[in-house]
């Protein structure tokens, strides 16, 4: 009945899915209005995309078109905004690169995604003998020392025609490679467009929200949210360096509403602020838990957090917390944000399973692993089919998240599945040990690993970030442990000192397993 052929799709009532649109309706809509903010600089949408048109003329101009990879090695700046849309917008993909990553890892990836271009900052030059064109972008609007995208003629600008399929591919982005080489997550125009209006609905972005960018773009393209706060018609505001003071002073100037980073920036801002902002400001975070008192310290602050879960492999945030009701106490409130949420508004629902596949008892008790399915989900990893197939197994795919699922409906991680510590036979959770070392008041940050153990087989080693030098010793956080934890999940060694980190401020729990495992080994052998 509903298979005629005049029903099919036809150009009047289809076309492919794809971010371009959300600026060409912006250009349309919000031309006048302020886009982009860096320092004492602010341009306007119309003024924008002439940036963009300018940086898709001289990418042209090179040669590039459909299915080359360009690679940018590029902060915070309105370029990096602009190659969101100027890359795809010639049917090229888009490859945001770590800016705190080393020659070797910076020549796999350039190496490995077939790189054709490389745009960079000049003081985020890799060293390294390349044999693609190297543009280093100008130090400032005018400065006349590399590529200046501000100034000059404006080529026309066709946004979205090379845009033939939304399943093309529109971004490359490289995990964190802490298991081997780090895998290309090849994302869609569809998705990134989905996972973008999602955004704009779940973080309430409009056209006056003045978004600062103090997360990195080339993480998850930002997680979507240069397309999101374009598609709002909201204004972007660059950051130069994630630094509390500049944070805390680019608040105040461009009357920030919108942020996201992770919670060691939180925790910075926490230690910094003295004063609230002159608006309240919506904090989207995510990688561990907001303690009490980071919740409580940012709320009097003004900063109302919302805790997302997701990763590279899913464009970003794929779940959003619900904090419940805003009138309970901080520990409470804290206990529920602790909740990584409920799904998206544009992805599937995410899904607890047992290991045949099986959704796990709503009790909040019962583990799994979390499973994703749906149009924000990776296209797949580039050049890697055998992970492909293994992420994508039984048709959903395979986070690695160990979680139990609440009654009402929401997710908590309990775990990694790498990061499950087992003990004579017992299965410990790492995040557990870390929730208790988070609420001990001289505790900053804390990361509990597993190290070799000749007779439990592992046990749990804690690496702690003290808010204070020497505040914290290993005794007082022995004795704290003995009140709040079971014997065989109490850490066996504290270490103390600053955690190591990626760009995003995720903690590099591999660094340290290498470091327990070798000071266990060391004590073993003695």
């Known amino acids: 009945m509903f298979t005629d052929p005049h029903l099919a799709p036809r150009s009047a009532n289809f076309r492919p899915l794809t971010p371009l649109d959300l600026l060409d309706q912006a250009l349309e809509v919000h031309g006048a209005r302020p886009a ?3 320092g004492a600089h602010v ?26 990879v360009v690679s940018v090695i590029v902060g915070n700046r309105p370029e990096m905004i602009a190659a969101h849309f100027a890359v795809p917008a010639l049917g090229a993909v888009l490859n945001t690169i770590n800016t705190r990553l080393g020659p070797d890892d910076v020549a796999y990836i350039l190496d490995h995604a077939g790189s054709k271009t490389l745009l960079c900052e000049r003081d985020l030059r890799p060293d390294l003998d390349l044999d693609i064109p190297v543009d280093v972008l100008c130090s400032a609007p005018g400065a006349g020392d590399g590529l200046d995208l501000f100034a000059g003629d404006v080529p026309p600008l066709d946004l979205s025609g090379a845009v033939t399929d939304e399943a093309q591919p529109i971004s490359l982005n490289y995990t964190s490679g ?58 972007h505001v660059c950051l130069d360096r994630v630094e509390p003071v500049l944070i805390l002073d680019t608040i105040a100037a461009h009357r920030v509403t919108h942020m996201a980073c992770a919670p060691v920036v939180l925790y910075m801002l926490l230690e910094h602020a003295t004063e609230q902002p002159p608006v309240r400001v919506r904090v989207a975070t995510g990688g561990a838990a907001p303690t009490p008192a980071l919740l409580a310290g940012l ?24 904090p419940g009701d805003s009138s309970a106490d901080i520990e409470t409130r804290a206990a529920l944000m602790a909740r990584q949420g409920r799904r998206h508004v544009t992805a599937g629902r995410a899904r607890v399973v047992d290991e045949a596949g099986h959704d796990v008892p709503a009790d909040g008790e019962t583990m799994g692993e979390i499973v994703l399915a749906g149009n924000t989900v990776m296209s797949g990893y580039y050049r890697n089919a055998e992970a492909t197939e293994a992420a994508f197994k039984d048709g959903v795919f395979h986070s690695g998240d160990i979680a139990v699922m609440h009654p009402d409906g929401q997710i908590e991680i309990r775990d990694r599945l790498k ?108």
Request: charge should be neutral; aromatic fraction near 10%.
């Open 36 to 38: 982009v903010a860096w």
């Open 43 to 68: 341009w306007s949408y119309d003024e924008f995309g002439a940036l963009v048109a300018r940086l898709a003329g001289h990418l042209r101009a090179q040669g590039i078109g459909a299915g080359d």
């Open 178 to 235: 802490t298991t081997g080489r780090p895998k290309g997550v090849v994302y869609a125009h569809r998705g990134a467009y989905l996972n973008a209006v999602g955004n704009v609905l779940a973080l309430g972005f409009t056209a006056e929200t003045r978004y600062l960018w103090t997360l990195p773009m080339f993480h998850c393209n930002g997680w979507c949210h240069a397309w999101a706060v374009t598609a709002a018609g909201g204004m």
């Open 299 to 322: 709320s009097k602050l003004g900063f109302d957090l919302h805790h997302l879960y997701g990763l590279t492999e899913s464009f970003g945030p794929a779940t959003i917390n619900d």
């Open 419 to 526: 990061d499950v510590i087992i003990t004579g036979g017992e299965n410990v959770s790492s995040l557990e040990i870390e929730k208790t070392l988070h609420s001990h008041p001289g505790v900053r940050l804390a990361a509990v690993v597993a190290a070799p153990h000749p007779k439990w087989g592992e046990t749990p080693w804690a690496f702690v970030e003290t808010k204070v030098a020497d505040s914290v010793t290993e005794e007082t956080l022995e004795r704290f442990c003995r009140d709040h934890l079971s014997g065989f999940k109490r850490p066996k060694r504290f270490i103390f000192g600053e955690l190591p980190k990626t760009a995003t401020g995720k903690i590099q729990k591999y660094r340290l397993r290498e470091v327990a495992r070798d000071m266990a080994n060391r004590e073993d052998v003695a």
